[in-house]
């Protein structure tokens, strides 16, 4: 049990990008580990990589999705997809199809080539680079320099400053206390403004879209670093999925439901006795890390179910965004994301169990 508290502890304390210093690696289907401050990387590979280091400069060629973490991250890469996240991110490379970026500073070069769309989150954001399909940008300030984006630009900010020549095909959707520098220069074939979040928790269609995105790939960043971190549990994992069937399923299910609902009430004991205060803080902190990653756990489980021959980050990475979509339907996408999440949690739970037996 120390060694779990430990695990989602240390995987709780990784979910920032620029908290990560190992640099992680990955070609085909192997892993590697190494422990340089600054990354350099080349070559071609023909499925996803995986780079992380505080200074990271990527000039490889990916045939597949290029997943970057750091401290500051500069590429020049192709890529298929490009999943980045990071205090400092300098994008000159190219992307066959989208671009997902995080952090805190985000600059897309004019050397940039995204053939589809952009969606990107973060403190400040500058866009150099033309977008021939739509971009979806939440940040506190967004420069658009000299661009032309051929489908829509939905913005959540507090500021966006145009330079130069800025043209928006589509729609440039935008918060209504939007402060806009330099709208003059700013052409847009129509524009549409919502209302931006208030106390009611109501949300414009475009910000729902974006925090929806951002939600996502905090849950997909959260399960790689899981997964990298906990590999022989995912191994494990992997060979209990073989022989998992109907059963097995609705078990974990029961075993998640009975520790959700006995774990708090254990807590308010503890708590009841005085001695035991610092014993249950730790319980509910162990408790509410746990049913996080219960979902990667569930997702890793149906990924190597239906996808046997792929890695399980790719697979556990699939059935996430499927799981976000599915949450999109009212009340059957709650009941299927709880559910989940209680089978991932009793996966989880027996697992403890099945390790303290031996």
């Not at 979910?15 to 590697?32: F, N, Q």
């Not at 600059?107 to 971009?135: C, F, H, W």
């Not at 403004?193 to 475009?206: E, I, V």
């Amino acid at each position: 049990m120390k060694k779990f508290f430990a695990l989602v502890v240390a995987a709780f304390a990784v979910i920032g990008p620029a908290l990560i210093s190992p640099v992680v690696s990955a070609a085909e289907k192997d892993l590697r580990f190494q422990a340089d401050y600054e990354l350099n990387t080349t070559g071609e590979y023909n499925t996803n990589t995986f780079f992380s280091g505080n200074k990271l400069k990527d000039s490889s060629t990916t045939r597949g999705i290029g997943f970057q973490f750091g401290g500051e991250i500069e590429n020049s890469g192709n890529y298929e997809y490009g999943f980045h996240a990071a205090n400092k991110i300098v994008v000159n490379g190219k992307y066959e199809k989208d671009l997902f970026a995080f952090g805190n500073q985000i600059v897309i070069s004019s050397e940039a080539q995204i053939a589809r769309d952009l969606y990107a989150a973060g403190n400040k954001i500058e866009i150099k680079a033309n977008i021939p399909g739509t971009a979806f940008v939440a940040a506190r300030r967004i420069v658009l320099n000299n661009v032309t984006i051929d489908g829509d630009l939905r913005v959540a900010a507090a500021e966006v400053e145009i330079i130069g020549d800025v043209k928006i095909t589509g729609t440039f959707a935008y918060n209504e206390d939007l402060n806009i520098i330099g709208e003059s220069d700013f052409v847009a074939g129509h524009t549409e403004m919502y209302q931006p979040l208030t106390f009611g928790f109501r949300l414009g269609k475009s910000a729902k879209i974006i925090f929806a995105i951002l939600s996502l790939a905090m849950s997909i960043v959260t399960s790689i670093v899981f997964i990298l971190i906990a590999k022989k549990f995912f191994n494990y994992l992997k060979e209990r999925t073989k022989e998992a069937d109907g059963m097995f399923v609705l078990k974990k299910f029961g075993i998640g439901l009975l520790a959700a609902v006995v774990t708090p009430i254990a807590a308010v004991v503890l708590i009841a006795t005085i001695i035991g205060i610092p014993a249950a803080i730790i319980l509910l902190f162990a408790f509410m890390i746990a049913l996080v990653l219960s979902l990667t756990i569930f997702a890793a489980f149906v990924g190597n179910k239906i996808m046997q021959n792929q890695s399980t980050i790719l697979s556990a990475t699939i059935v996430l965004v499927v799981l976000a979509l599915v949450g999109m339907i009212p009340v059957v996408g709650w009941v299927l994301n709880t559910a989940g999440v209680l089978i991932g949690f009793g996966i989880l739970v027996s697992a403890i169990f099945e390790k303290n037996a031996e």
